[in-house]
């Protein structure tokens, strides 16, 4: 179906939500976006990643695969031992994303290296910020505080989970990967699986435990998870089991190598039908890309924010992938009317989900509402969770003249 042409509706766009008869919830008008989905790449001083050749490796390093059940884990420490890099300056070892390590190097090991054989190339570590991350909602403040979402009144829908088909009580044992700024660990609402949790951001209070200290990731983790017990709200796929993978601090602060390196964890730990929510978008990179399409491959379903840049969504990374186990959310009002703030393209984009106004959990016992993409692809993460969303009409206005379908819950 072909939309009509874009309608001049942006001056026009407003924050309203259908919130009239829970007249104590703060009114979320007035509510900053929520524009945490483009970062400033910085280059970090003298951190790099080594990004080997599988096949040069693989050919000449096989006495080494032949001694040890992890061989592909051996075959950087080789290369690393080769160029005598002392172990103290190694950040991490690559081997299921991508076979490599990130080290702190002089920039004549780096010339070295990029001479070998062995050695693909050698990428500069940057250091991702999302200013965004941890700004503060508007005068308006909406948090919400426990108390008016109370026993006694039954978990509240959210009306972006109702839109969506939700809440379903999730009885599977797939997993979630909330690949953010950590989760709240000790949240009543959330079904938290720490042990296959990791954490990528390497300095600070956020180097030493996946709570969330910023709340951006349990908000996520709400609206794809919360439980139904009765009380607060509920998610898409209640209950479900949620595994906090930090790679931003709480202040939005993170690394390209850590980044890596939490992706490594889950194309390892994760199982076939596990989902991984990505909320973060950037330039494109292939080492960043060829991991997760590795991870696609395995059966680990990727689901990414268009972002929030009223732009093509081809030009923003990994949001653009295309192919079996990648979705790429855009983002509507409750009106089904396509965001302002949304990327737009078909493809990459496969689905539209509600972004405007969203209740979900926060940190410090709050809930909240918030603007982004990154709230739009939860909701889809639930269902690709549950066998995949079905399609319930097309999104209004969307910019790029090919509505994308609206997701929904499928009916079993
Ligand atoms: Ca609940
Ligand atoms: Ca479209």
């Given at each position: 179906m072909i939309c009509l042409i874009?309608?001049?509706f942006l001056g026009l766009f407003l924050l309203l939500v259908g919130w009239s008869c829970q007249?104590?919830?703060?009114?979320?008008?007035?509510l900053q976006k929520?524009?945490?989905?483009?970062y400033v790449p910085q280059e970090m001083d003298n951190r790099y990643i080594a990004v080997l050749s599988e096949k040069e490796c693989k050919d000449k390093l096989v006495a080494v695969q032949s001694t040890t059940n992890f061989p592909d884990e051996k075959i950087p420490w080789e290369i690393i031992g080769q160029f005598d890099v002392?172990?103290?300056?190694?950040?991490h070892i690559y081997s299921n994303g991508f076979l490599g390590f990130s080290a702190y190097l002089t920039k004549e090991e780096v010339e070295k290296l990029d001479q070998s054989?062995?050695?693909l190339r050698v990428e500069k570590d940057v250091a991702l910020n999302y200013?965004?991350?941890?700004e503060k909602s508007g005068a308006k403040a909406a948090y919400v505080s426990p108390s008016t979402l109370k026993?006694?009144?039954g978990d509240l829908v959210p009306d972006g989970v109702k839109r969506v088909g939700g809440p379903v009580n999730y009885k599977g044992k797939n997993v979630v990967y909330?690949?953010?700024?950590?989760?709240?660990?000790?949240?009543?609402?959330l079904n938290v699986e720490v042990s296959r949790g990791f954490n990528g951001v390497y300095s600070g209070?956020?180097?030493?435990?996946?709570?969330?200290?910023?709340g951006h990731g349990t908000h996520v983790a709400g609206i794809i998870a919360a439980k139904m017990d009765g009380v607060g709200i509920a998610g898409v796929a209640a209950g479900a089991k949620v595994v906090p993978i930090k790679i931003?601090?709480?202040?939005?602060n993170g690394t390209y190598s850590g980044v890596l390196a939490a992706l490594d964890h889950i194309i390892n730990d994760g199982c076939e039908g596990d989902v991984v929510n990505i909320s973060l978008t950037g330039p494109p990179t292939t080492t960043l890309e060829t991991s997760i399409l590795k991870g696609a491959k395995k059966g680990i379903r990727f689901v990414f924010a268009a972002g929030n840049?009223?732009?093509?969504?081809?030009?923003?990374?990994?949001?653009?992938l295309n192919g079996e186990n990648l979705y790429t959310v855009s983002a509507m009002d409750e009106n089904d009317v396509f965001a302002e703030f949304s990327n737009y393209g078909s493809?990459?984009?496969d689905w539209c989900a509600p972004g405007v106004s969203v209740l979900s959990t926060w940190i410090n016992d709050q809930y909240n509402f918030r603007d982004g993409t990154s709230y739009a692809a939860p909701h889809v993460s639930a269902m690709v969770l549950m066998g995949g969303p079905a399609k319930d009409g097309l999104v209004k206005n969307d910019p790029d003249g090919i509505c994308d379908p609206i997701a929904v819950v499928k009916c079993p």
């Open positions: 874009r309608r001049c007249n104590e919830l703060p009114d979320p008008e007035g929520d524009i945490s989905v483009t002392a172990e103290e300056r190694i950040a054989p062995f050695v200013p965004a991350l941890n026993k006694g009144r909330i690949f953010d700024s950590g989760i709240d660990l000790k949240n009543k609402e209070e956020d180097s030493k435990s996946l709570q969330d200290l910023n931003l601090d709480k202040n939005g840049n009223s732009d093509d969504a081809t030009n923003y990374s990994p949001g653009r493809p990459p984009i």
